[in-house]
């Protein structure tokens, strides 16, 4: 039984090696079975990261993503804010970091005042389009506007020709 557990240590230990996921106590998880959303009632935002992390004094989220591209999209780096700071406004302890894990490669990606301010301003400009009704594409992919959540309210969406 010892042997076992030391077996699944190491499993575990080279499987967060492999997604890239920091040194800790992973206490929240999405990936293995469904957890529940986190919401912060202070930013009005909600989220459910792939891991959370505690580390020393303060958590860490963690997302994995794959895709097209070398480096993690801005959408993506966004998301990654978003549940820094529904951490942040959780617990009240400041949340240093965020982890994105992009087509296998790990990026440490500062929650800093600028990472904070582009994410207050988009929420701030997505909110506004929610209220006006008004959104905008802004690609040319129709399987992205096909499964968009914003569909019903965008005014440019991309439509299959017949």
């Known amino acids: 039984l010892l042997m076992y557990a030391a077996r699944m240590r190491l499993l575990v230990q080279k499987e967060k090696e492999s997604l890239g996921i920091p040194d800790g106590i992973i206490f929240y998880s ?3 079975t469904p957890a529940s959303p986190l919401f912060s009632k202070h930013s009005s935002l909600i989220g459910k990261p792939d891991y959370i992390v505690r580390k020393e004094n303060y958590s860490i989220p963690v997302e994995v993503k794959s895709g097209g591209g070398l480096n993690p999209h801005k959408s993506q780096v966004l998301q990654l804010a978003a549940y820094c700071q529904i951490l942040e406004d959780i617990s009240g302890v400041f949340v240093p970091e965020g982890i994105l894990v992009y087509n296998n490669v790990k990026y440490t990606i500062s929650f800093d005042p600028k990472l904070r301010f582009e994410l207050e301003s988009m929420t701030k400009t997505m909110r ?12 040319q992919d129709l399987t992205r506007c096909r499964y968009c959540s914003m569909k019903r309210y965008c005014t440019d969406a991309v439509y299959e020709s017949h």
């Open 30 to 32: 999405d990936l293995n």
């Open 128 to 139: 506004a389009s929610l209220r006006n009704g008004i959104v905008q594409r802004n690609h």
